[in-house]
């Protein structure tokens, strides 16, 4: 069994976000980048699939959708364990182009088990998953927060609004994994980082496919109000301003 | 041309999220001088779906064929496309929860529909389609068109508000053409929590973090929380040492929650906690440290020790409820 997992490169989630060109495009100036939480959780599952004595995995690729730039991001999951790993020559456009493309490095390999972060911490979407399997005709399961394989079957558990499932999922399929997936992720070690630079990175040439959305503009959220401080001796009138000022309890 | 809305229903019932639905779709529907069609997928009784029509919808269709007794994105994302071009919908609305995030972009490539998710506004303009989306984590919005000739529209829980217009809805049944077509994924077991509210659905949320120092110190977040009909919540750190299930954990990796109220109790106010919480109408806060960042994002905070303050509130709340 071989699996793909998909990774995003994003700002680092202590980056202080910030905008240029009128607020068209990602001040990109200072950012630190790494892989996305998810994609580096669902990185680490995998190489534990793959350690796990029984489990038929044989090899864990990397795919990633990005220019030359990235590349960095993508030696980081070589350094943490992946075998090896895609990379389509084209910049990162929308969740729709991005699937479309994800299919062709899919397409072009031999994968049983496609994962993907639930969502990317950049533009939150939670889609390219979703997209990629119906791009591949692929069974999906989204919501992931368990993953095991045993004798070849693959078993998960799929979060609902107000419970869970246990599935058993045919292969091949896309996983869409959350929280739970793996305790923390993984660290590259000194060994992983040397052995990175050697590890074959593979061009996959872009999909012809534009995207479906146009971001016009980037804008702050709302600020918010100056906070009002209530005495700690009397935290009575916080209740008091909540029922009369706020009204909201 | 429609405004198809994906209401999704809880075994057979529906909840306070179907109705946002719809009460966001006819406001949309006014605007765009077009008709809501609601489509309700799995078994639910007619006086169920009536429910639907107190917010203003006034044609309802039902799929409650076998093939869809279980949830497969694949099945659903069919039905819903095949319902979309029949009604043919400018616009489909779900939610974006876990069923809307399953579905939703499956949709999007099957019918070429652009999508944005995770919507808390109204469009920004209708022509061209113009609407914010959530991005960089609650840091910013990304406002995105939609150039496409069917758009799809997940919105965040709890951002809408209801509005009552009560009509006489037409039900039917959808008539798609699913028959053979069986979920390849085989579900062994499923737990359900049913008598307890759901963080994601609870308009008042009380949530603690490491100020609280241990499990046993959680009593009163929990009064608290029951005595406002509302729901507990932790931090990372909180739900990682176990002193709270990993289910109550609200963050950028956790759950995303937009309450009316959320009181962060000896949370600090790292982005990656704010990530979770910032769609949150009112946050209060407590800590003992007045230079924690959760206050920039507070409207009402206590600066002191949560041991002594929140047994203070517990009666205090106790006193307003029976006055």
Redesign the interface.
Known sequence: MNILVCISHVPDTTTKIKFSENNTRLDTAGIQWVINPWDELSLTRALELKEKSGSGVQKVSIAHVGPASTEPTIRKALAIGADDAYRVDTEARDAYQVAANLAEVVKSGSFDMILCGIESSDYNGSSVGGMLAEFLDYVSVSGISHLDVENGEVHTTRELDGGCEKLIVPAPFVGIVQKGIAKEPRIAAMRGIMMARKKPIQLVDAADKEPLTVIKEFEPPKPRPACKFVDPENPEELIELLQNEAKVI | MSVLVYTEN?DGEFKKLSFELISFAVKLAEEMQTEVVALSVGKTKDEELKKLSQYGVKRILKVENEEVDQFD??IY?KVLSEVAAREQASLVVMA????G??????L???M???????VSSMPDSLSPF?I?????????????????EVKIVTIAQNSFDLEEKPSEAVIEDAGVDISGMKP???????????DQL?L?DAE?VVSGGRGMRSAENWAPIEELASL?NGATACSRPVSDEGWRP?EE?TG???KVISP??YFAIGISGA??HL?GV?GS?????INNDKEAPI???????????AS??LP??V???K??KSA
């Open positions: 809880w994105p694949q994302a974006d929860n876990n069923t995030k399953a579905l939703a972009p499956r999007s490539v099957r070429k529909a652009a999508l944005a998710s995770g113009v914010k989306t959530r991005a960089f984590s609650g840091n910013a919005f990304a406002v995105t068109e939609l150039p496409t390849k994924t085989v579900v062994k077991e499923v737990e359900k929590q049913t759901l994601t008042i406002m990993h954990h950028q990796t956790g009316n109220v982005t990656q990530a910032s109408k009112y946050i209060i806060a206050f920039d994002a507070a409207q009402y905070g206590i600066v002191g020790d002594k303050i203070k509130l009666d205090a709340l006193k307003a």
